[in-house]
Structure formats: C-alpha cells, structure tokens
C-alpha cells in the first residue's frame, strides 16, 4: 500500500465536479439556443443545439469517468467512494458502484439520457431543422437541465472528505456477489431513461400540432429500444433476486419492483395500440396520453423510490431528493394535461371501430387490461401511504393482494393475446375465427392435458397453462403463413417480430405459473452423509466448509444434488455488515430447478447444518422467454422493405384464411 | 363452415372442459396444519426486512414468528385468530393482506370499480360508434347521387 499525495484525490474530484458542471451547462445552452431558434422561426439555428449536445454529453462522459477512476484508484477522499466501496471490492463490483448509490445512479441516469440525446441529434441530424424535431430535442433537453442540476446541487455525486479514511464502508454486501449486479441496473436505466425519447416527441408533435403518424414513425425504434431494454432490465432484476437474496422468489411486489414495472406496463400497451393509429389512424388523444403517463410513471416511480417514502430492500438510494421529484413529476403532469387539453379536439380521431371482433377491438381489450393492470399496481403501492396520510394507520399491501387481483387480469391478457392474432382488422366473421382459431384452440388443450399428465392442478394453474398453448399456437400459425408469403422475412417487422415476443411471453407465463404453483420445499437439519428427499430429488449433504475470504467468514455446505452433480450454498458474514448473507446455490435445468440455501451459520465446531431445499419447475423457462421476447422485439424493429413513408402501411397485407 | 370443422371444435371444447374440471377436483384444499402454517407464513411480512415474508426471511424475529404461527396453529386458533394476534404483537403491517374493513377495503373495491367503469365506458362508445355509421348520408351524398344518375 502507498500513500497518495492529497493533489491527486482533489483533482479527480474536481474533474468530476467540473464535467457536471460542464453537462449542466451543455443542456441549459442547447435548450436556449432552440428556445430562441424556435421562437424567432429561425430554423437554421437550430443546427447550434447539436453542439451543446455534444458538450453535454461530454461533460458527463468526463464526470462518469471521473467517478470510476476515483472507485477503481480506491480514492476515500471522494465521500461517494468512501461511503459504497472498499478496497477489497472486486473490479467488476468497483465499476458497478458507480450506480450502487443514489448519487451514482443519478449521474448513471444522467449520463444514459445524455447518450440519448446525442445518438437523437445525430440520427436525426438532417432533420433538424424540422421545428417537430426541435421541440422533441427540447423537451429532452429540459429533461437533461433537471437531472444535471440535481447533480450540481443536492445529489453532488463529488463531495470530498477533508479527513480521507483509510478504507471504505463499501456497499450494501447484497449487490456486491452477483455479476448480474454489473448489468441489471444499466439495461434498467437504458429503458426508464429511454422512454424520454418517445415523450420528448409526444410533447413535440402536440405542441407543433402535427398529430398526423409521421411522428409516430420517428420514434419506433426508439421506443422499442427503450421498451426491449426495460423488459430485459426488469427479467434480469428478477434474475438476481432469484440469484442471490436466497429465497427462491424471483418478484416481491416490492415498491420498487413496482416503480420499474409500472412505465413497462403502460409502455407495453402504447406499443400495442400505436398499430392501431399506424394502420387506422385511431386512438391519437390515447397514444399520446400513454407515452406522456409512461414518461411521467419513470418520473413517479423514482420519486417513490428515491425519497425514502416507502420501505424497501432497495432502500439504500433513499435520499431528500424527495421535493423536488415530486415537483418535477407535477410539472409533467400538468404540462402533459394541457397539451392534451389544448389539442384535444384536433386530436380526434377520424376512424371508427366497426366491430368488437376485430384485431383494433382486440387492441383495445388489450390496452384496458394493461392500463387496469398498471393502476392496480400504482394503487397497491401508494395505498399504504395514503392510508397513513389519511389516518395514522399502518398497513401492507403484499404478495396475496397483487395476486388475487392481477391474475386474473393475467389470464384474460392471455386469452386476448391468443384471440388478436386470428381476427382481422376491421371485423371478423364467426366463420373466419371457427377456421383460423381452431389449431390454436386444439394446441391449448392439448398443453393442458400434457400440464395434468405431468401432475399439474388447480383451475387457475391449468387454465393460464392452456391459454398459454393456445397463444403458441396462435403465434406459430401466424408466423407459419407469414414465412409462407414472405419467406424468412416473414419473422421481421411488426407483426413477425411481435409474434416471436408472444411465444416468448407464453414461454415466460408456463415458468412463472408452473414456478409459482407447483413449487415444493423442505428444510433439513443435516450431517455430513445425511440425506434428504424434496419432490422425488434426492439431495446429500458432503461437508462443510467454514474459512475467511479477506475479512469475510464463509461458511459452504457441499451438497450432492443427485443427477445434477455437487453444489454449494453458502453463508457469510462481513464485518462491516449485521447480519449473515445466505448464497443459495441452484441446480438449474429445463425441467426443474432444485434452489438450495443455507438458513444460519453453524454453531461453532458443530457440523449440523440446516438447509432449505426449494424445487420449482420450469423456472429456466422464465429467462428463455425473457431472450425470446428480446429476440422477438429485435426482428420487430427490423424495417420492412418498401415501407419507409409513414403512410405506406397499407402495404402489411394480411393473410387470407388459411 | 364445414362438419369437419364442427366436429373438431366439439372435441377441442370437450377436451378441455375435461382437463380443468380434473384440475379442479384434483386441487384439494389446504387442510393439514403444516399447510395452513405454511400459507400463514407465506402471507405474512418480516417486521424487520422491507418486503420479504416469514417464510423466505432468515431474520431472527422471522423464524421467531414461524415458530409462533406453529404454536398457534397446533393449538387449534383459526387463520384469522392468528393474523389478529400476530398484528397485536407486530404490528398491523406484518399482515401481507390488506384487511377487508375499513378505509383499507378501498384497496379491494376500487379496482373493481375502475374496471367495471372502464368496460362500461368502452362498450358505449362502440355503441356511439356503431349508431353514428348507421346515419352518415348527408345532402351532400344525395346530390352526388343524383347528378350523377341525371348523367347516366
């Protein structure tokens, strides 16, 4: 170890604090640059905003690098350093630090909105003098303004300690044991920070009046960018939570869980019923009206999660930051009820839906369910604080709550996502669905007696499973005559790529049911040599073993998971940490997972261990469909060929019987 | 559509009835103590640890109280009984379950509300929508028609 002049510390603090500084200022200057260009109608200038883009975001790219130069140099003048890494953190988890905290996570934030802004400016370069384009960067801009300055002054991620420690406290040890940790967050971040792109657009297309679906073009991508991004953030929290907190579960209804699933919920049903406006020109006032409250959720969900309002496991990013959340999230609020309200009438739709029976009928099932969903989950969050605002009283909302009310709504999104595929727009004959439905319809029930032969029960369980079938089936057999026509382009675009999502939606619905329902578990009080039988898995307990990692006591227990090959929970103890961090170990395979964990550190000397042992089917499944549904948005955002203008939709021919 | 059709869509229905009443009767209710317990446990919160339940914890205070919900269960308590002392000892929260009185029965009733309210809203307009279709002929249309039958 060698001791480090005190120059250096304060230079790569100050180099931090500078590129916010830097950062803050690049957004303020393209902000008023377009405000000015806008309102004097001067659209050449507004080419000058796409510096103060670059400026930005080089500031924060210097901010950012900054910070992990400071955890990666251990430099414990820096406070965020001192106060969420040590010296013995491993690399990887020193890099993940830097959104370990609230302070990094806001300059994470920052930084992956500023690396928005930058790829919109230049994708769209050429149409910058577009006053719709310019509005869209505006707004985006306003954006940035509030998340730099929450940098430069409340949430300086740069403080310095005057007196710098000699080691750091270090994070939380439950982000610090997974790699899942390293990426989570950021996929999490390119999503939630990635519906700004799509908002900043709405706000533009309402303020410039161009309601047409030009609008709805430019940001396709990039909603499914952020969309595809968000799913695999939130499957891969799930993931780590699986991994990691030991208890077999994988979604807690936490509030912060809630807070990433809430915009994904009301961004789903925007990318459901945007086809609906491309194709028939319907439901304007509602699509934007679902973009705006998906952007304004972000906003609320980080509220709730970064003001220390509500209790949760995540709660190591609560801060004061509270207010001004709250004040930024009414100012979306009652910018984006105006805007509607100022152009609501041009606003209305020309089309008309002719029949319930319909693919655009389906379209709205699916979004009334979504939208039911999302405030089902937004009420059973807040509830409890409502309730103790109002009087005094506390109380939960968990896991049973959320249950008995949305799996219902589950099911029913099951069945219209089974049902969509085989209506045609407009209306559909009885005739047509009796022909088109009936493959779908035999997949289902076959699935479901497949389901009981291999001993599932329950009403609930049986039927999610076969409406999961019957969405295969209906997926596949759209996917079959699209391939048929189109050959292997066929899979692409919209409807191919959205049918790939589907599967891997049923994929995802089959592990969560099957996990959820048919779990069976056992706790073992074993010594070496000892067996122990869960849900016809035989598992022996080897050894244990108990040494020191660094300052950390971990405590393994070998145990042979029959078939499967030896594995190894374990339980440790950090000094800087009160209580044991259990490790559980899993033996996954396609069929079932068997999840071992270990409950408490052994008594001293003694070689009795207690182990639980969890065997959940089909978990695998869940992060199979997870990959299939991100490969699936992936051929979605594939372009068709031909159909580059924004009203060459018709050109989606739809397939005739079959 | 053709007999085929119906004969397949007959077995698909049949089929199906089958296989979830099966599943229902195969579903037997929770009725051994170890699993009501376990359900107790499963609805029930860790005072101490943000989010998780009794059962998945490994807190102290959460294995203290699985081993209470086994007391209480052996001595023959109900569920409710035990939810109620257990919200005596802890605190209402450790119930995961909101309660059905009170203000927090607002919780269970205004989804319902919402989604009764929003279908209702959504089938009204396609009825404004379907009524509207029917009455589109204006003056306009008829003078199109007619001029252009004076010209044939």
Known sequence: MFVRGPGSCVVIALLGTFGIAIGFIGALGGAMTLISALALKREARHRRAIAWIFLMAGGCLLAVLAMEIGLLRDDFSMQYVASNSTRSTPVLYKIATLWGALEGSLLLWAFVLSGYVTAVAISFRRQIQDRLVAWALLTILVVCIFFFGLLVGPADPFGTLSIAPLDGDGLNPLLRNHPLMAIHPVMLYLGYVGFTVPFGFAVAALVTGRLGEGWLVLTRIWTLIAWVSLTVGILLGAWWSYEVLGWGGYWAWDPVENASFLPWLTGTAFIHSVLVQERRGMLRVWNLSLLLTTFALTIFGTFLTRSGVIDSVHEFSASSLGPLLLGFFGFILVVSVALVGWRGDELRSPGSIDSPLSREGAFLANNLLFTLFAFIVLLGTVFPLIVEAINDDQLAVGRPYFDRMLLPIGIALLLVMGIAPVLTWRSTAAQTIGTRALMPAATGATVMVLALIFGAQGLGPVLGIGLGGFVVGSSVRHLFLAVRRNGWAGITGRSGGGMVAHIGVALLAFGFIASTSFSEEGEFQLRPGDRGSVAGHEITFVEVIDEMDGPNRVVRARVNVEGRGVYAPAITQYPTFGRPIATPSVATSFVDDVYLSLIAIPEEGSDLVVIRVLVEPLVAWIWLGGLVIAGGTLLAMVPRRGRFSAFADEAETEEVGL | ?152
């Open chain 2, 1 to 152: 559509m053709k007999v085929r059709h119906w004969v397949s869509w007959f077995c698909v229905v049949v089929v199906s009835s089958l296989a979830l009443v099966a599943a229902m009767v195969a579903d037997d209710p929770p009725a051994t103590e170890a699993e009501r317990a376990y359900e107790i446990k499963e609805t029930m919160l860790c005072p101490v640890c943000d989010g998780q339940n009794v059962l998945e914890s490994n807190a102290p205070v959460a294995s203290a109280i699985r081993a209470q919900v086994d007391q209480l269960v052996s001595e023959g308590r109900s569920d409710a009984e035990i939810r109620a002392w257990m919200a005596r000892q802890y605190g209402k929260d450790v119930n995961a379950t909101p309660p059905r009185t009170g203000i927090a029965s607002l919780v269970w009733v205004i989804p319902v509300f919402v989604a009764i309210a929003s279908a209702a809203l959504m089938i009204s307009v396609f009825r404004k929508w379907r009524v509207g279709r029917g009455a589109e002929v204006s003056d306009d249309d008829l003078e199109i028609v007619a001029s252009l039958r004076e010209q044939s």
